[in-house]
């Protein structure tokens, strides 16, 4: 057992991953050279100290939620990526491994956390990320521009017939409005998605209770096309952490597009699931006249869509929100039985908690 022991500190204090032991109130009793060259601090500076004064605000709450998890036994361990602050001010990125070791007599836990350093990691990751932002919303903007000309083209041609006769014509006039109304849809979703690129804040939020929040939002809408939401709820609360309103701008853009691809009496179901394996299922299904396997390989895509004056970019920003909450939409569809849209969630956000699961679309 001491040799064991003997084993155990000589690896923590040699490792050149930073390692800290930290006792069941907070406070740190260990720490290794690789973590004080981590943060700039000395051990002396670090030890019987609770290590908050190194996170930053953003990250203490959720370093609570978690740590908590971990003392109750629901989780065995977490990873995460977790910003620090240097003692020379500047912010550095580690990712941490946390789980719980107990002494030789098996008397005492502790958290013990392994922490790499991938500051230069990040900060080069997230360049990439900027760059290829600049790409998409380049090759949007040229879509943009390209949807608008069309409905503008229409509105100079009528406008000049108008004007060349001298005459005023309801046909002609009502033909312009209807063009300068794709217009201002385009411009609306082009709008929404752009929002949906801000930064995103994630909060734990009762799932069940926005999901009735917006199916009450779109319950008008049904009962007057003579529609039926239902929504099965889960046996217990579900909390997830995600951004609210983005949340919420998907919800309403996938369960109103069920609605208005059924008909009158038939029925939208809305239903979750807690998968047991760290993410949530919410599933909407409706029985309405159901998208091509063509058709289904280009959704998501700008200006491709299967109502007749929609726009695509609804359904565009939904994927690049799912995207940024690091899940997934799948789609599954029959025509003339009806479609499924699958939207899987992590409960906890890699950016806290890592995951390897991918996020996207998915057909």
């Keep these: 057992m001491m040799e064991k022991c003997s084993i155990f500190w000589s690896t923590f204090y040699q490792s050149a991953i930073g390692q800290l032991l930290i006792d069941l109130s907070g406070k740190t009793i260990a720490v290794n050279r690789a973590f004080c060259e ?139 409005l209807n063009e300068v109304q794709k217009i201002e849809n385009i411009i609306t979703e082009y709008l929404a998605m752009g929002n949906a690129q801000i930064e995103t804040h994630f909060q734990l939020e009762n799932i069940n209770e926005l999901i009735e929040q917006v199916i009450i939002l779109l319950q008008t809408q049904a009962n007057m096309a003579n529609q039926n939401i239902v929504y099965i709820k889960p046996n217990r609360l579900l909390k997830v952490e995600c951004d609210v309103a983005a949340i919420k701008q998907v919800l309403l853009n996938i369960i109103k597009n069920a609605l208005d691809a059924s008909e009158a009496g038939d029925f939208v179901l809305v239903k979750i699931k807690d998968n047991k394996n760290g993410f949530i299922t919410i599933k909407v299904i409706d029985e309405g006249c159901g998208i091509s396997k063509e058709r289904l390989n280009h959704i998501g895509e700008p200006f491709y869509s299967t109502k007749e004056r929609g726009t695509g970019l609804g359904l565009m920003t939904s994927f690049t929100i799912i995207e940024r909450h690091h899940g997934t939409i799948h789609i599954e569809s029959t025509i003339g039985i009806g479609t499924t849209v699958e939207i899987n969630l992590p409960i906890q956000q890699p950016a806290k908690l890592l995951m390897t699961t991918g996020g996207g679309k998915s057909i």
Excluded at 43 to 71: G, W
Excluded at 150 to 165: C, E, M, V, Y
């Design 38 to 176: 981590f943060t700039g601090y000395k051990d002396e500076e670090l030890l019987n100290k609770v290590p908050d004064f190194l996170c930053t605000k953003e990250d203490l709450a959720n370093d609570y939620y978690f740590f908590t998890q971990l003392r109750k036994g629901e989780i065995d361990s977490f990873h995460a990526e977790k910003r620090y602050k240097h003692k020379n001010g500047k912010i550095v990125w580690g990712l941490i491994n946390v789980s719980f070791i107990e002494n030789e007599l098996g008397n005492e836990r502790y958290y013990f956390i392994q922490i790499q350093d991938i500051t230069d990691e990040k900060y080069t990751r997230d360049y990439f990320q900027k760059v290829e932002k600049v790409s998409v919303a380049a090759q949007l903007a040229a879509a943009v521009a390209h949807e608008i000309r069309n409905p503008l083209t229409t509105i100079k041609g009528f406008a000049q017939l108008q004007k060349k006769f001298h005459s005023y014509s309801d046909q002609y006039t009502n033909i312009m």
